[in-house]
């Protein structure tokens, strides 16, 4: 199932939209620390972007970015008070998948993170492969 090319917003963009499964998508709008730091404060409660600067120190822009690709994947949404937005998780079980996350990373011994992009040099030290075999072992 590919994603419509109508809801394409900031995480994704139109030129790799077309035919992109819709939980590549959901993992590719997470895949950036900064949105990972929002949702992960966004689970405590709800907040408004003043108070995501700073609590996570980041810049007003990079907040509101972020916040823009995160209600475009329906995970968050704002309430509107007076002139304030106070933004809040949509899918509590979105918290769910990322301890489920932390879990495969503890298991592996977190060798998700030195997994090289494709033709990227291996780390120093780092050797075998994405599936953990040694580097020429095959995988039955």
Known sequence: MAIDSDDVGPCVGADIAAGILPAAALFHS??????????QRLARGEARVVDLVAELGLAQSTISKHLACLRDCHLVDY?????QSFYSLT?????????????LLAATGHA????PAPGAA?????TGDHRGQP???AVA
């Open 30 to 39: 997470l895949a950036d620390q900064n949105r990972l730091r929002i949702v």
């Open 79 to 83: 309430r509107a008070e007076g002139r």
């Open 91 to 103: 899918r509590p079980e979105l918290m769910d998948l990322l301890a489920s996350a932390e879990q």
């Open 112 to 115: 998700v993170t030195l997994c």
């Open 122 to 126: 291996r780390p120093i030290g780092v």
């Open 135 to 137: 580097a020429g072992e």
